[in-house]
């Protein structure tokens, strides 16, 4: 019995006529009749009730069908994990809540795994964790340790929120810092691919005007060309550099700082041991 003989019997039972079937497969109808009956032959049972118009599944085709497509979405399956494995063995995939950490971590993952393909994404903690228990990602970054027993978590550093206020905006003369109800009713900008910042901000801040910009570099000439609201942290500033003649206040609400914890399954210590040694 081949594969691809349950894959015509499916699609035959799919379409509900071997004519139509052997449309969509690019088979002759006799040669799909035949090899139908081959297949029947290499059960030893029939499969079909063959009406006048149409193919009906007797009883053995009925249960039959049930286990061939369960066949073939074992298939399926297997095909994409033996791809998974290969893209691990070859690819450190990395998925995080927020940007900042990526900024240190890809840079050292490049120059400790130089023979590996990198790459990264962002995404919310909880599709990071079903990413990484999945094998879809080798490394995660989130804001809390993992309690899973498979997991293994380290603390790889903070980030905390800081506001750009122009010379001209109406809390330019603000010292100290600021919390977010004291900017909650202003217009502000804020950059798309900030992760978890954005959800935290939006949160907090329900009243704001928020702009969206999901351009890099456009949203840092906005920042310093436009009279709006922004946000910073010490991690970016140190990445992109700060906004001239803004004043830039700590955000002091708990909120506003946040932990990062980076994840691999245990299984995959060894494979980045080099990297987990540096923290």
């Known amino acids: 019995m081949e594969f691809y003989q349950l894959e015509q019997f499916v699609k035959i039972v799919e379409c509900g006529t071997i004519s139509k079937a052997a449309e969509e497969l690019f088979l002759s109808q006799p040669a799909l009749t035949r090899s139908m009956q081959k297949l029947e032959q290499e059960l030893g049972v029939e499969l079909f009730s063959h009406g006048k118009n149409r193919v009906e599944l007797n009883e053995n085709g009925k249960f039959a069908f049930t286990l061939a497509q369960n066949v073939l979405r074992d298939m399926e399956n297997l095909k994409e994990q033996v791809r998974q494995f290969d893209r691990s063995r070859r690819t450190i995939s990395v998925g995080a809540c927020a940007p900042a950490p990526l900024w240190e971590i890809m840079p050292t993952l490049t120059s400790l795994y ?33 309690q899973n027993v498979d997991i293994y978590s380290i603390f790889v550093g903070s980030e905390a929120l800081l506001v750009n206020i122009p010379k001209l905006h109406p809390l330019a003369n603000m010292t100290g810092g600021v919390r977010f109800s004291d900017i909650d009713k202003y217009s ?92």
């Open 188 to 279: 502000l900008l804020l950059y798309t691919k900030t992760g978890v910042w954005e959800d935290i901000v939006r949160r907090e801040m329900p009243g704001a005007h928020i702009i969206m910009q999901d351009d890099r570099d456009s949203f840092e000439a906005l920042k310093r060309e436009s009279a709006l609201l922004s946000f910073s942290t010490e991690l970016s500033i140190r990445q992109f550099g700060s906004v001239d003649g803004a004043t830039v206040l700590p955000v002091l609400d708990d909120a506003a700082k946040i932990d990062f914890y980076c994840h691999v399954l245990k299984k995959n210590k060894p494979t980045l041991s080099e990297f987990l040694e540096k923290y």
């Open 114 to 146: 130089p023979e590996k393909r990198l790459v990264s994404e962002i995404k919310g903690e909880s599709r990071l964790y079903e990413g990484l228990l999945s094998g879809a990602y080798q490394m995660i970054i989130t804001t809390r340790a993992s």
